[in-house]
C-alpha cells in the first residue's frame, strides 16, 4: 500500500475528507518552501501538492503562472525541488508530497533519473498534467515498482473512453478538474459536480480529489459532500502575495486551518 492509498485508508475509517492544498516550490521564496510545508501539515493538510515551476503552464491560471515565473526568476528547478522533498521528510516522513507539474522537466532529466531520484528524495506521487494516460503505462509501471502513484486529471469535458483510460492506470486518486477553464478561473458549480461522479466512479476505483474554484472553507465544505477530498491552490498562492514574507508561513497555516476545521463540522 503507498503512503497515498494509507492516507485515503485512514480518513476513510475516520469519516473525514482529505484537504490537499498546492503551493509552488521556491514562491514567494525558495527558502521559505519547507516552512510553508510544514505549516500546511500544521494546519490540518493530509497530502501536499508541490508545484514544479515551469514557463509555460498551461492548466493554471494566472495565479498560478505568477509563482512559477517568480519561482523561476530565483531559479528553482526541478532539482531544487526533489531537495526540497528531502528537507521536509527530514522531519516529517507521513505526509504524502505529491509533485505536480508538466512533462518538460521530467523529459529533460529522464524519466529513469526523475523516477528514481523522486523516490529516494521522498516523493509519494506525481501529477503530470501533460502525460495522457494513453501513453503513460511505462512511465506508471517505473513509478509503480518504487511504491509511488501516478495521478491524473479529469475535467467535465472528459469522455467516458477517457475516463476509462485514466480509470485503468490512476493510483492513489484522481483530480477532478470542478470546471472548464484553468486554475482560479470560474465559480463553482456543486451540482455539476455532483452529476458527474457516477460516471466518474463507474470507471474509477481510486478516491476522486476535486480542484479548481474551491476559495475558502464553505466551498471546500461543499464540495466535500460529492468528493472525496478538496484541493485548493490559487486562494493559498494569492494568501501568499498578499501577505509579507515574514508573515507567509503563519497566514497560510492559519488560512488552512479555517479550511480544515470547515471540512471537520
Known sequence: MSKIQACFAALAASNKKGLIPFITAGDPAPELTVSLMHALVDGGADIIELGVPFSDPMADGPVIQRASERALLKGVSLRDVLQFVREFRVSNQITPVVLMGYANPIERMGQDAFVAQAAEAG???????DYPPEECEEFVSK????????????????TDERIAQVGKVASGYVYYVSLKGVTGSGSLDLDAVAEMMPRLKKHIKVPIGVGFGIRDGATAKAISTVSDAVVIGSRIIQELENTPQENAVAAVKMFISGVRQALDE
Not at 516523493?123 to 498534467?129: F, K, S
Open 123 to 129: 516523493v509519494d506521487g506525481v501529477l503530470v498534467v
Open 143 to 158: 513509478m509503480k515498482q518504487h511504491s509511488m502513484d501516478t495521478i491524473f486529471l479529469l475535467a467535465p469535458t472528459s
